[in-house]
């Protein structure tokens, strides 16, 4: 028994070591693949970065040696004390803002400034003396200058190009006379650099950062500077008075010799580590790093880690299940018969178990299809029976609309009778142009006739589903020109109160209008026995919403009533005057919508419904019904 327990034993220890080395071993190869393919887009970045900060330096290096021989600035330094400046000033001026520099400024053989194309700035560099900088000396002695510092009077970083000026460069041994000097500003790279997913830095000789990507980083030192160190700086003036403090980098790991692993000890770059890929600028005696976070090559350790411990724990399991088979195989051999039969026992118990959980799950399941098979008819019952009631409603106020509409359609029946008649007896009498006349007329008359019929076509038809931009001021014309029989004959006032601007609505087109012209025949209703009926109409924009409203003068909604009104079937006219559906429908219609009908009762008298809809500030189309009648108001 002691062997077996300490083989357990044994490989309990193993298991737990063996997953630490796979995953230990699986991050190390893929930290090892990821700080490749990271050196790699590094290395990438940084040669393209570094071409772009060349290109835009370079390319003013030929300014200074241009603007040396002009005739004016070789007049102008002949005799500076006897003419006046301001010429050769603004001459330089031009010359900056046409190439795109910071500043173009001319020395004399003593290095005072004479002229400078920032002259009529307070800090300009004219009456200034540069004979500590670098590229004075450089110039003066016959050659090309360049430096970079900050700037005595700006405070600015920058880059200076300079060249000589002869006044007469015949004899062997003559001298410059002169030094022209432009500056360049390093800002514009450094923008273009805050688009990168890095951080890139420039440093000198010194190891002082001259630029960066990160604000916090520039005039710092990539390592601590000696109290020697940093007096020697400052007397070149090269960094005006900057304390030059340590930027905080700590090295980390040097995996080749210009890459390494940094980190920052504080400041905006503390926390992450980061790979650090430099690259020599030789043209300028500089060195430029890029910074790239080592958060992929974390992540990618941790993946590689959590597969290779899955993997193992998968061959573990594999393997631990394979050593219970075997185990359970040779308990199984041993007690062959009686294990065959209780699992013949446990086999026929678990099949009749299974078969009546599946007979309990079939009818289980049958209940459930037969239940929504019954919710989706009545769902479908009800949508066609409330499809039905507005349909019925809308055919009721066609009911209400007919005696005012069989007027208007009797009298040019009656007209168009007169004028056949007429016509028939001027043709007898071959007064042909008579007879065109009549004929003229009837067609007008007809057309009348058309209009009335299609409005009443238009008005029953069935509304869609779909919502669609619909104007509200042509909604309600369409349902005044519906009641004008009766609005003329009551004598009703009908007050519009219209935006300045066009509104729409998100609807649709007939159930709103049907929601209208119940309003509106309600309203009338009530004013049957008004002395002055006034009904008044009115459209307001409020924010996303829409607000139509529809009031009149006359005696209003009893108080009891107001909570009841959108109620089915409730209704205050007399018997067989009103189903009491009207406002219900109406109420439904524009819940449909997404809006919300309400009713109240005006101080000055009378009823105020008011409709609240969405508003539509997409697209507004006109769309065609299936009459072909084309919709001013859709």
């Known amino acids: ?137 450089d110039a003066i002695a016959g050659g090309q200058g360049r430096f970079y510092g900050l700037g005595v009077q700006s405070l600015e970083r920058g880059y200076y190009f300079s060249a000589p000026v002869w006044l007469d460069d015949t004899q062997p041994d003559s001298s410059p006379d002169g030094v022209m000097v432009v500056k360049v500003l390093l800002d514009e790279v450094e923008e273009s650099w805050a688009d990168q997913d890095a951080e890139l830095l420039v440093t000198d000789k010194d190891e002082i950062i001259f630029m960066a990507s990160r604000e916090e980083l520039r005039m710092t030192s990539l390592h601590p500077l000696s109290e020697e160190e940093r007096q020697a700086l400052l007397a070149t003036r090269r960094y005006a008075d900057e304390p030059l403090t340590h930027s905080g980098v700590e090295l980390l790991e040097r995996r080749g010799e210009r890459t390494r692993l940094v980190g920052f000890r504080g400041g905006p770059l503390s926390g992450p580590r980061y790979l650090a890929v430099s690259r020599p600028l030789e043209e300028f005696g500089w060195e430029m790093h890029i910074l790239k976070s080592v958060s992929p090559v974390i992540q990618a350790q941790w993946v590689s880690a959590l597969l290779a411990g899955g993997l193992y724990g998968i061959v573990l399991l594999g393997g631990g299940i394979g050593w219970q088979r075997l185990r359970l195989r040779r308990e199984r051999e041993q007690f062959a018969e009686r294990e065959r039969q209780t699992l013949a026992r446990a086999r026929d118990e678990l099949e009749r178990n299974v078969e009546r959980r599946t007979r309990d799950l079939l009818e289980t399941n049958r209940r459930l299809s037969a239940e929504i098979d019954e919710r989706r008819r009545a769902e479908e019952s009800l949508r066609q029976t409330r499809d039905e009631l507005i349909q019925a409603a809308k055919l009721a106020v066609l009911g209400q609309l007919a005696a005012g509409i069989n007027h208007e359609l009797n009298q040019p ?107 509106i025949g309600n309203a009338l209703q009530a004013m049957a026995d008004t002395p002055a009926p006034r009904l008044e109409l009115s459209v307001e924009v409020w924010d996303d919403r829409v607000v139509l409203g529809v009031a009149d003068n006359g005696p209003g909604i009893a108080e009891e009533n107001l909570t009841r009104i959108f109620e089915p079937f409730f209704t205050t006219k007399s018997s067989g005057k009103g189903l009491g559906l009207g406002l219900s429908i109406s109420s439904r219609i524009v819940d449909d919508l997404g809006g919300r009908l309400s009713a109240a009762n005006r101080p000055e008298g009378g009823a105020l419904f008011t409709i609240r809809l969405p508003r539509d500030e997409g697209r507004r189309t006109v769309n065609a019904q299936p009459d072909q009648e084309t919709l001013p108001h859709a």
């Open 413 to 519: 029946l009656a007209a168009i009778r007169a004028y056949a008649e007429n016509a028939r007896t001027f043709l007898a009498r071959q007064r042909l142009e008579s007879v065109d006349l009549n004929l003229e007329q009837i067609v007008e008359l007809t057309a009348r006739m058309s209009e009335i019929s299609a409005q009443l076509r238009q008005f029953s038809r069935k509304s869609g589903e779909t919502l669609t931009a619909v104007s509200p001021v042509a909604c309600f014309d369409y349902a005044l020109r519906l009641f004008q029989t009766r609005l003329r004959d009551s004598d009703v006032e009908v007050i519009r109160r219209w935006p300045d601007q066009e509104a729409w609505v998100r609807a649709d087109l007939v159930r709103l209008e049907q929601v209208l012209v119940n309003l």
């Open 1 to 137: 028994m002691r062997r077996p327990r300490r083989w357990r034993a044994l490989l309990l220890l193993a298991a737990p070591l063996g997953l630490a080395l796979v995953m230990w071993q699986a991050a190390q190869v893929a930290r090892d693949q990821a700080l490749q393919t990271l050196e790699q887009d590094a290395e990438n970045e940084l040669r393209l970065s570094a071409a772009g900060l060349i290109g835009h330096l370079s390319r003013h290096d030929y300014l200074p040696r241009l603007l040396a021989t002009r005739e004016g600035v070789q007049r102008f330094l002949a005799s500076p004390h006897s003419q006046d400046a301001m010429p050769l000033n603004l001459l330089l001026d031009r010359f900056r803002a046409t190439a795109d520099v910071s500043d173009v400024y001319l020395l004399d053989r003593h290095a005072d400034t004479l002229a400078a194309s920032n002259w009529h700035l307070p800090n300009t560099f004219i009456g200034q003396n540069y004979a500590f900088r670098s590229y004075y000396t």
